[in-house]
Nanobody
Framework: QVQLAESGGGLVQAGGSLRLSCAASGPTTSTYSMNWYRQAPGKEREFVASISLRSPLTFYADSVKGRFTISTDNAKNTVYLQMNSLKPEDTAVYYC?????WGQGTQVTVSS
């Protein structure tokens, strides 16, 4: 059974930065990418970023491109999401995803 545990969320002012972490445990493989999603109150869950575990390929939602960076530390089975120049519209619960597994989410709140 794979488990994903996010951390690093919090309250930050607009323009600030946060780094989210997602630690994976269990029988993961590099076949599938690791992903970050987010869900704001009253909205659908949306894709944020993705990284291949076999190559340096990354993908970003247009809304975060140039501000967020996804990376991995394969030795630690951990995926990171560095979020810079945060905006109030980035406020959401951020979820880590691998295949059909989801973490419990971590709250990010950006004040104006």
């Amino acid at each position: 059974q794979v488990q994903l545990a996010e951390s690093g969320g919090g309250l930050v002012q607009a323009g600030g930065s946060l780094r989210l972490s997602c630690a994976a445990s269990g029988p993961t493989t590099s076949t599938y990418s690791m992903n970050w999603y987010r869900q704001a109150p009253g909205k659908e869950r949306e894709f944020v970023a993705s990284i291949s575990l076999r190559s340096p390929l990354t993908f970003y939602a247009d809304s975060v491109k140039g501000r967020f960076t996804i990376s991995t530390d394969n030795a630690k089975n951990t995926v990171y999401l560095q979020m810079n120049s945060l905006k109030p519209e980035d406020t959401a619960v951020y979820y880590c995803n691998w295949r059909h597994y989801w973490g419990q989410g971590t709250q990010v709140t950006v004040s104006s």
